[in-house]
Each structure stands twice: as structure tokens, then as C-alpha cells.
């Protein structure tokens, strides 16, 4: 199940990896955190990250870390500070500031990586993180509370 849940990750971004920074990856990684707990998470997320990073050319000892880091930094939330939470609408935020998170942290290893003034980056990078905050928001504010019950039931009916 862990490796069919790191497999959609992977694929719905090669789908959506076209449309820049539009995909479904925080809501996803919000889905199995909320599932899964955070140890179950964190291998799904490896598991992506690699995949990603092989597939992509950047297994890099400098991008890779900061790309799991930054997409680890949600379940860790959601599996502690907020783990009694369970209504859309405060996850659909919480998932904005994990986007955003993710940015953040990506900013110093990208503008390192390609040579490019930082302040430069980061005001270039401002669109681009509004359309992922976007595409964090609104999944999880419509789908979130339907995909969980599904997610649940098919994570319990493998377990037993």
C-alpha cells in the first residue's frame, strides 16, 4: 500500500508537470500523514523524493535533502501539533503554509544550485509559490474529508 501510495505521488506529478508548480503533492502527503502517521509518511515521502530526484537528473547531495526536508516539514506538523485535527478548512491553511514551507526551504539550495541572485530568486519565485499555495488550498478544502474516508477504509481493509 506505502508503495502504490509513493507511486501516485510520483506519477500525478509527472501528469501535472507541465502546468508550473500546479500538482498534488502537498495535498497528497497531507492525505497519508493523516493516515499513516508520520514514520509510514516519511518512507513514502523518501521513496518520492528519489524517485523525483533520479527521474528529474537532481539526486544531488545539496537539492535532495532540502526537497525531502521541505516536504517532511507538513507531516511532521500534522502528525504533532496538529494531530487532532480532522475539519478541511483549517487543513486546506495549514496546507498553504506547508507550500509555502516547501519554497522556503528549497530557496537557498535553488538559487545556490543555478547561480542566481537570491532576492532575485525569491521575487521571481513569488508567482510560482501563490499558484502552489493554490494548488495546496483547494484539494484539501474539497477533497480532503470524501479521500480521507476512502484512503482510511483501503489503509484498514490492507492492514488486517
Same mark, same amino acid.
Given at each position: 500500500?506505502?508503495?502504490?501510495?509513493?507511486?501516485?505521488?510520483?506519477?500525478?506529478?509527472?501528469? /501535472?508537470?507541465?502546468?508550473?508548480? *500546479?500538482?498534488? *503533492?502537498?495535498?497528497?502527503?497531507?492525505? &497519508?500523514?493523516?493516515?499513516?502517521? /508520520?514514520?509510514?509518511?516519511? @518512507?513514502? %515521502?523518501?521513496?518520492? %523524493?528519489?524517485? $523525483?530526484? *533520479? #527521474?528529474?537528473?537532481?539526486?544531488?547531495?545539496?537539492?535532495?535533502?532540502?526537497?525531502?526536508?521541505?516536504?517532511?516539514?507538513?507531516?511532521?506538523?500534522?502528525?504533532? /501539533?496538529?494531530?487532532?485535527? =480532522?475539519?478541511?478548512?483549517?487543513?486546506? #491553511?495549514?496546507? %498553504?503554509?506547508?507550500?509555502?514551507?516547501?519554497?522556503? *526551504?528549497? @530557496?537557498?539550495?535553488?538559487?545556490?544550485? +543555478?547561480?542566481?541572485?537570491?532576492?532575485? &530568486?525569491?521575487?521571481? $519565485?513569488?508567482?510560482? =509559490?501563490? +499558484?502552489?499555495?493554490?494548488?495546496?488550498?483547494?484539494?484539501?478544502?474539497?477533497? &480532503?474529508?470524501?479521500? @480521507?474516508?476512502?484512503?482510511?477504509? /483501503?489503509?484498514?481493509?490492507?492492514?488486517?
Amino acid at each position: 500500500m506505502m508503495a502504490a501510495m509513493a507511486a501516485i505521488l510520483f506519477l500525478q506529478k509527472e501528469i /501535472l508537470a507541465g502546468i508550473p508548480n *500546479v500538482q498534488l *503533492v502537498s495535498f497528497l502527503i497531507l492525505l &497519508y500523514a493523516k493516515c499513516t502517521g /508520520l514514520w509510514r509518511t516519511g @518512507i513514502i %515521502v523518501t521513496v518520492y %523524493v528519489l524517485l $523525483d530526484s *533520479v #527521474f528529474w537528473g537532481s539526486l544531488n547531495p545539496i537539492f535532495t535533502p532540502a526537497q525531502w526536508i521541505g516536504w517532511m516539514l507538513g507531516p511532521l506538523i500534522l502528525c504533532t /501539533l496538529l494531530k487532532k485535527v =480532522e475539519d478541511s478548512i483549517p487543513l486546506a #491553511f495549514a496546507n %498553504v503554509f506547508f507550500a509555502f514551507l516547501y519554497c522556503w *526551504v528549497m @530557496i537557498i539550495p535553488t538559487a545556490w544550485l +543555478i547561480h542566481v541572485d537570491i532576492r532575485k &530568486y525569491i521575487l521571481a $519565485d513569488i508567482p510560482f =509559490e501563490i +499558484i502552489l499555495a493554490v494548488s495546496a488550498f483547494l484539494p484539501t478544502l474539497l477533497l &480532503y474529508e470524501p479521500m @480521507i474516508r476512502i484512503l482510511r477504509r /483501503l489503509w484498514n481493509g490492507n492492514m488486517q
